[in-house]
C-alpha cells in the first residue's frame, strides 16, 4: 500500500499534486526512515557500536515501506514511531537492533515536520514568485493607463492601472520576505531525548558532550540542513511556536490573496477589469449573462480559512505544559497541513487569475471622464489663486457647483454639468477651452508611470532576477 497525496477537501481540485505530497504518509515515513539511517550514521563515525554495514542496510531500505505490516504492529502497542522501527526491521534484519538508538519518539516525528515545512515553504515561495512575476508584466503593461482611484471606495483622485498592480505587489514582497526570514531561521529538532537534556546519549557517548554536538551537525548537515542549524535547548519537542510563526506566514499571504481578490471582483463589477473568463463558461445557471468572478470569490473564501487557521498553532504553543505534552499533536497535524494546502490551492489559483486578467480601457476612460470635472477642481482653485482669487471662497464656489451639478447626475441622470458651471462663474476667469485642456486624465495620474517603473527595477527585478538562478524544490514521489 502506498500513500501518495494528502486526504483533504483542498485536494481534489485546487492543491498540486506537489504539496499533497509533502503531507503525504509516503513522505512522512520515508522521512522518518531518512532521519534513522542519519542519526546510525553519525553514530557510527563518532564510535558507537552501529556498523557501516547496517547503515548500508537501511540505507537499502527507505522507500520500500510496509505501511500493512506497520498498521498491524500499532493496533497491537499503540505507537506510531514504534510499530514504524517494528516494520523498518521487517525489512532489515542486520540493523533492526540499532534502529533508533538513544532516540525518543520525537527524533524522526519532529525533525520531519520541520523538513516538511522547509519544503512546503519553497514550494509556496515559487508560486509566490511567479504570481509577483505575472503581476510584473501586468504592471508594466498598464502602467500609464489612468483610471480612478478610491478612498472609503469612493472616487477620489486618479492613479494608472499598473500603479494599483503595485500595491498588491508590494504586499505580495511583504509577504516573501517574511518567508524567506522563517526559512532562514529553520532549525531541526536534532536528537534531545525525553526531556531535552539527552540523558540517553551522555551515557551512550560516555559524557562525551561533543560527540553528542558533532552528532546533532552530522544529521542537520545530512538532511539538507546547516551544521549549526539545530535548536540548542528544547524540551522533548521543537518549540510549538515555530508553528504558530510558519502559520503566520502562509496568514500574510492570504491577507494580501484576499485584498487583491476582493479588487478585482469590485472592479469587475465597475466591468473595469475581469478575470479570466473562458469561452464556454457559465456564470450563473439561472442568469446566463452573468460573468462572475468566481475565481477570486474562491481565494477570498481560502483566504478566510486559512487566516481562521492560524489561532491553532497559537493556542497550542501557549498550552504546552512543562517539557511537553500531547494535545498538540492530533491538532498541529491538521492545522499545519491544512494551512499549506489552503495556501498552495489561493496561489494556484491567483497564479492563473494575473496570467490572464483583462482590461477594458474604453470603459475605465468614460468613468474617468465622468468623474474627472470634480477631480480637476483643485487644478482650478490652485489657478485662480495664483492670480490673485481668495482661495477659502473659491473653494466654496466649487463646493456649491460640485454639490449641484452632482445632484444632477444623481437624481435626473443627466450629463456632468460642472465645467460649464465653473466656466460662467466670474470668479475663477477661465474659458471653456482653458479648462478643456486641464481635463486630459494623464495630467492627474502624478508620479504613477514612474513608481510604477521605479518600484519594479528596484524591488521585484532583483527577486525574479534571484528565482531564475534558484534550485528547485527538491521532491522524491
Given amino acids: 500500500m502506498s500513500t501518495n497525496s494528502y486526504e483533504s477537501p483542498f485536494c481534489t481540485r485546487y492543491a498540486s499534486k506537489e504539496m499533497q505530497y509533502l503531507f503525504s504518509a509516503d513522505k512522512k515515513f520515508s522521512t522518518w526512515r531518512r532521519l534513522w539511517v542519519a542519526l546510525a550514521r553519525a ?7 552501529v556498523t557501516a554495514e547496517q547503515v548500508a542496510e537501511l540505507e537499502a531500505h527507505i522507500n520500500d515501506i510496509d ?14 514511531v514504534m510499530s514504524h522501527v517494528y516494520a523498518y526491521g521487517l525489512v532489515c534484519p542486520n540493523a533492526k537492533g540499532i534502529i533508533h538508538l ?6 524522526v516525528g519532529d525533525n520531519t515536520d520541520i523538513i516538511i515545512m522547509r519544503d512546503a515553504l519553497k514550494l509556496v515561495r515559487s508560486k509566490l514568485v511567479t504570481v509577483l512575476g505575472n ?6 503593461e498598464w502602467k500609464a493607463q489612468p483610471c480612478l482611484a478610491y478612498t472609503h471606495c469612493q472616487p477620489a483622485q486618479l492613479t494608472t492601472v499598473g500603479k494599483r498592480a503595485t500595491l498588491w505587489m508590494n504586499e505580495l514582497l511583504m509577504d516573501l520576505e517574511e518567508l524567506d526570514f522563517e526559512l532562514g531561521r529553520m532549525k531541526l529538532l536534532g536528537s534531545k531525548g525525553t526531556t531535552g537534556t539527552q ?12 560527540k553528542i554536538r558533532a552528532m546533532e551537525a552530522k544529521i542537520a548537515k545530512e538532511m539538507g540542513f546547516a551544521p549549526d542549524a539545530v535548536v540548542p535547548v528544547s524540551g522533548q519537542t521543537y518549540s510549538r511556536k515555530v508553528d504558530a510563526q510558519v502559520l503566520n506566514v502562509l496568514s500574510g499571504i492570504a491577507q494580501s490573496a484576499m485584498k487583491f481578490a476582493n479588487d478585482i471582483r469590485l472592479l469587475q463589477s465597475f466591468k473595469e477589469m475581469e478575470e479570466p473568463f473562458e469561452a464556454g463558461q457559465i456564470g450563473s445557471s439561472a442568469m446566463a449573462y452573468k460573468r462572475n468572478p468566481m475565481r477570486c470569490e474562491r481565494i477570498t473564501a481560502l483566504a478566510r480559512y486559512l487566516m481562521t487557521d492560524t489561532l491553532n498553532p497559537a493556542f497550542t504553543a ?12 492530533a491538532n498541529k497535524r491538521i492545522a499545519v497541513a491544512e494551512g499549506f494546502l489552503a495556501a498552495d490551492a489561493i496561489l ?5 487569475v494575473t496570467n490572464g486578467m483583462v482590461v477594458y480601457p474604453a470603459v475605465i476612460r468614460q468613468r474617468v471622464m465622468n468623474e474627472l470635472p470634480f477631480m480637476a477642481t483643485e487644478n482650478v482653485i490652485m489657478d485662480a489663486a495664483a492670480r490673485g482669487g481668495d482661495r477659502q471662497e473659491l473653494h466654496e464656489h466649487i463646493r456649491q457647483h460640485s ?16 465645467c460649464e458651471r465653473i466656466v460662467n462663474d466670474p470668479i475663477f476667469g477661465v474659458t471653456a477651452e482653458e479648462l478643456e485642456a486641464n481635463l486630459d486624465p494623464s495630467n492627474y495620474i502624478g508620479r504613477s508611470v514612474q513608481q510604477v517603473e521605479e518600484f519594479l527595477a528596484e524591488f521585484i527585478a532583483p527577486v525574479l532576477k534571484d528565482a531564475e538562478t534558484a534550485d528547485d524544490v527538491e521532491l522524491t514521489v
Fill in 348 to 352: 494556484n489559483i491567483m497564479m492563473n
Fill in 67 to 80: 505501511y500493512e505490516a506497520a498498521a498491524k504492529r500499532e493496533k497491537e502497542c499503540r505507537h506510531d
Fill in 318 to 329: 501557549g498550552t504546552q505544559w512543562f517539557e511537553r505534552t500531547l494535545d498538540d499533536s
Fill in 135 to 140: 503581476l510584473a508584466k501586468f504592471a508594466e
Fill in 102 to 107: 538513544g532516540a525518543t519518539s520525537c527524533y
Fill in 43 to 49: 553514530e557510527h563515525e563518532l564510535g558507537l557500536n
Fill in 403 to 418: 454639490m449641484a451639478a452632482g445632484a444632477e447626475v444623481k437624481q435626473k441622470g443627466l450629463k456632468n454639468d460642472l
Fill in 199 to 210: 540523558a540517553s546519549f551522555m551515557e551512550l557517548f560516555h559524557g562525551d558532550g561533543a
